[in-house]
């Protein structure tokens, strides 16, 4: 059973407006939050994260939502540019962060076209 | 720095042979984890290390799978026996104090033929 759902298998939007990752989650022990960026032939890289005490957390152009009572979070990058184009995978762990393992989603594809 | 060093980047194998896998973190880490990523899935835990001592190992590792870390810098991990369903990104990330500050290596894909 997926315990991280990123419904969502792919995305394409026009440089300059909204892209919108969205990620649901079931286990609610889990209250830590990360997205993680991933390039062909690169490791992923860490992006933002939000705790469960909050509901929003802002980074630039990147901001993740949290609505712990839906159990599902989103990742807003406004204004998308063609370098964004990239997977974007949702991760979840139980804890502050600061150790364990991370659940990851099936990621979804952002293409940003110009 | 260099970043997570991650050998081989590629490894092709028969089925049955074992292979060892390296990974070289961030020299002031700490903590140090193994992933699985196969085609259309996001990352699996596998295992995790604090300094030389392994914390947490998943299911997923079964007995053909050995991982170390001797001495608290680079680690192993070892697949005995290897079957197709090996095959796959072994990915490789490390960090000081937790997940914001992990760093993944590359990674060394896999296939077993």
């Known amino acids: 059973d997926q315990q991280v759902k990123q419904n969502s298998p792919s995305l394409s939007v026009q440089e300059g407006r909204i892209s919108i990752l969205n990620c649901d989650y079931t286990?609610?022990?889990?209250?830590?939050f990360l997205w993680y960026k991933k390039y062909p032939a690169e490791g992923p890289t860490f992006l933002i994260s939000?705790?469960?005490?909050?509901d929003k957390n802002e980074d630039g152009r990147f901001t993740v939502f949290l609505n712990k009572s839906a159990k599902h979070l989103s990742l807003h990058i406004v204004p998308s540019q063609p370098g964004d184009s990239a997977v974007y995978f949702c991760a979840a762990s139980a804890g502050d962060g600061s150790q364990g393992n991370l659940i990851f989603g099936k990621g979804t594809k952002l293409s940003v076209k110009p | 720095d260099t970043g997570v060093s991650q050998n081989p980047r590629h490894k092709i194998t028969k089925r049955g042979q074992n292979v060892t896998f390296r990974c070289d973190p961030i020299?002031?880490?700490?903590?140090l984890y193994w992933y699985r990523q196969t085609l259309g899935q996001g990352p699996e835990f596998l295992t995790y290390f604090q300094n030389e001592a392994q914390l947490e190992k998943s299911r997923l590792l079964s007995d053909r799978f050995s991982a170390e870390r001797p001495k608290g810098s680079f680690s192993t991990l070892e697949i005995q026996r290897t079957e197709q369903g090996d095959s796959a990104m072994y990915l490789c990330a490390s960090s000081l104090e937790g997940w914001t500050e992990a760093f993944f290596g590359q990674g060394t894909r896999l296939t077993v033929v």
């Open positions: 020299s002031e880490h700490n903590r």
């Open positions: 286990n609610s022990m889990f209250d830590y």
């Open positions: 939000i705790s469960s005490i909050k």
